[in-house]
């Protein structure tokens, strides 16, 4: 799962008062189904290690994965998936480095410079070597134009020319997932450019900056960033319309509204409120930056089960998981490699024995099945995105999707949180395969955490394909176990971090029980002729559905 605002506010403590998984039979039983835990491990010690230097996309140690991946799913019977008769769907990256970046204040006749990068980030240029932007500012209030919810920041605003001060996310008032619509990027950068706007800079509020510390987003922006490139070496997926992008502290952000008609406590009121619209500011901001530019690339890992049904097998399932992680720190002291142990070695491991159970039957499932183990998920879900955009030839026409990113198996829980299920037919899916396990089925517990589109099905959703990501739940089959604390404690520990590695417990149960979850929604969705279809009137179905 990529960096986001996260909430951090449970007890770190609770992750050391677990066992040891030793207690546990190494060798769980393996049903049936010829799920294997014992399988699941191996893979996830193998991709964890750390002679894998932490899976960073464009790494050797991120190739050394895809060749492990690659080979597990040619043994399990998998035809090499991309288009060129490889494993490999080379993605074409462009890496843009941060060199020199200013970002200045003027108002009341005063200008004055925003402390770089204590105050302000400004990030590197996707396109241009150098930019310069000088120009008046005006608050449009969250940037978001939604009109099935009546809200329209920009109704009465002229930004044409003009630099846009957003706040943070989007209204409340909405529901979680459209809200996470609304928050990204791909739609508040798009909606200021579709505006005219030429640069966005974003206020980051108290709240704001609790959720996600300003030391986490400053050593992001400091390092390179990435986009895939299209055919003619542009840099896909990226607003090439909009010059610069910026963000703001709480001090600096209430600087650029002193010769306001509004104060930014007033902003960030009506923004609590979900009010839309914004003023000028009688204000203007410059910002100038070097990037320096290089090409690079690093493969998605596709394996491809041809459907045994001759009318349905030009219909695909699409089983994703990402592969890579964020890769090594800077030498220094301690331990500096990002094993990513679960986020998300052990997605990809049980994708890799979903993957083995379904070719293992005597006759392959109806469907078409495509395994994508995705590259840059990290670097903001690029490989799924590439993919989504270009998919290979051999998944024909791609009927659902579903992901695995980051499950967490400190503790064993009874239920299961199905992520998207909910906007489509793969609802009754999901309902069916958890009820079976002996599973209950529950809500999103952590709405603000947009995660929804956080995670590579989000990549396929936004061409039209129903898409579903399982989360085992917050509810401990242990009685005396908090899940949800359990799991805040690896986000404020471990997350993003060098301890999410192998030395952390892995209940082995309760990984074998999850994936035959993930492999009876598989199998249902690959062999029922029914293809999976939005709800009516469903957000994303309105939004995307039309693209498939
Ligand atoms: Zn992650």
Known sequence: MPRWPLRASCLAASICLLAAPSARPWAAPGGSDGVSATRIRADVEFLADDLLEGREAGTRGYDLAALYVAAALKGAGYAPGADDGTYFQQVPLIESTPVTATLTVTANGATSAVPLPDEGLVGASAIAAAVQVDAPVVFAGFGVTAPEFGHDDYAALDVRGKVVAL???????????????????????????????????TLLGPD???RFPWAQAKARFGRPSLAWAADDGTPGAVETRLSAVAFLSPAWSARLFAAAPITYEQ??????????????????????????HARTSSPNVVGVLEGSDPALAATSLVLTAHLDHTGTLPPGDGDRIHNGAYDNATGTAIVLEVARALAARPVAPRRTVVVVLVTAEEKGLL????????????????????????????????????????????????????????????????PEENIFVRSDQYSL???????????PGFTATDAGVNGQQVFGGFLSTHYHRPSDDLSLPMDLAAVERFARANLAVARAIADDPVEPAWKPGNFFGTMFGARR
């Open 167 to 201: 706040l943070y996310n989007a209204p409340a008032s909405m529901p979680s997932e459209p809200r996470a619509y609304y928050a990204s990027t791909d739609h508040k950068l798009r909606n200021a450019a579709d505006h005219g706007a030429i640069a966005v800079v």
């Open 267 to 292: 902003a960030l009121e009506a923004g609590k409120a979900g009010r839309a619209g914004g003023a000028p500011l009688n204000a203007s901001v410059a910002i100038t930056t070097t990037t320096r």
């Open 208 to 210: 704001d900056i609790r």
């Open 461 to 471: 959703v936004k061409q039209g394909v129903p898409a579903v990501y399982l989360m």
């Open 383 to 446: 490989g799924s995105d590439y993919f989504a955009r270009h998919p290979v030839k051999a998944a024909g026409r791609m009927v659902a999707n579903v992901n695995l990113d980051m499950p967490v198996f400190l503790a064993a829980s009874s239920d299961l949180v199905a992520f998207g299920s909910q906007n489509s037919s793969l609802d009754a899916v999901v309902r069916k395969a958890a009820g079976d396990l002996g599973y209950t089925l529950s809500p999103d517990p952590m």
